[in-house]
């Protein structure tokens, strides 16, 4: 289970655990209720995330496309150096805001 904390149409969700195969449905379904929701501009805290795979980083594309198809926003906070390093090889953050745990 992830940790939400929400405000009107902004969220913010900390999932629980590492956004790899075995555990990526739980927090798509959470994502995906929030934007069923209202939610407009989501952060996606991973201060608890060592490991995220392609299954990962699927979710999280789908949850910024679903975002943008509402007018919304994401952003990535608190990203291990790993993890920083990978969105910018793939420059995931040329399309939304990716920060570190500096």
């Known amino acids: 289970m992830s940790e939400i904390s929400r405000e009107e149409k902004k969220a913010t969700i900390t999932p629980g655990q590492d956004l790899v195969s075995g555990h990526v449905q ?6 995906t209720q929030l934007i069923n929701d209202g939610v407009k501009d989501m952060v996606i805290d991973l201060s608890n995330v060592e490991m995220l795979d392609s299954f990962g980083i699927g979710v999280i594309l ?11 926003s994401l952003k990535i906070v608190k ?24």
């Open 62 to 72: 789908y949850t910024f496309k679903n975002l943008r198809k509402n007018s919304g």
């Open 26 to 31: 739980s927090f798509k379904n959470e994502l």
């Open 79 to 102: 990203a291990s150096d790993d993890i920083l390093h990978m969105f910018t090889l793939i420059s995931l953050d040329k399309h939304f805001a990716v920060s570190g745990r500096n």
